[in-house]
């Protein structure tokens, strides 16, 4: 019986770090789609901190390591993109007003800060996610793990940082009682 899909061979350190990256991403989406839902709000932000941690955990080795370069030196079709309008949508509307934050765009290029939205990062990161996750289910574990480092160099793994700390920090404002809007209320006295 022939595979359905092409397969890849990776060193055994990579196909190890492929396959707790890829159970890594399938655990991040599926939670964070199920906090989309909206069926839980008095946990999301519980568990979003929970699954961010996670995820920035099992993506540190892509840091950590040398650059992957699969034999190939193109990215073969993983198929249609992740369309996440919909996820973002739900996760907008769900975090309401704590959806939007302020972030140091690069901490070494410059003081510059962005106004971000934790939803669009949570979107951004499924995305880059299940890219990878598309070229991992179709046997090619290096083009997998070759996109997971690259796009957690690039986005996700900074936009993972970000809503991380976006969201302790909302949680700090709640569980000490501080108004979100400490610096108005600072330049008002």
Do not use: K, N
Not at 32 to 40: C, I, K, Y
Not at 98 to 114: I, L, N, Q, R
Not at 151 to 156: A, G, I, K, P, V
């Amino acid at each position: 019986m022939t595979e359905p899909f092409e397969t890849e061979l990776a060193p055994p350190d990579l196909a190890e770090i492929a396959e707790d990256m890829a159970a890594a991403a399938r655990e991040f989406v599926t939670a964070v789609e199920a906090v989309a839902t909206g069926e839980s709000p008095d946990e999301s932000i519980s568990i979003l901190l929970l699954e961010l941690s996670g995820l920035l955990a099992a993506g540190a080795p892509l840091g950590a390591i040398v650059d992957v370069v699969p034999e190939e030196r193109f990215e073969p079709d993983a198929g249609a993109e992740p369309d996440v309008d919909l996820l973002r949508d739900a996760l907008r509307d769900l975090l309401g007003p704590a959806d939007d934050y302020a972030e140091v765009f690069d901490p070494y290029s410059g003081p510059e800060v962005v106004a971000v939205r934790v939803s669009d990062d949570l979107a951004q990161i499924c995305a880059d996610l299940l890219h990878g996750l598309a070229h991992h289910v179709a046997g090619r574990t290096l083009e997998a793990l070759w996109w997971w480092q690259f796009s957690y160099l690039s986005t996700w793994g900074q936009a993972a940082s970000a809503a991380l700390r976006a969201l302790q920090s909302l949680v700090a404002h709640v569980r000490l009682e501080v108004p979100l809007d400490v610096e108005a209320d600072v330049a008002a006295d």
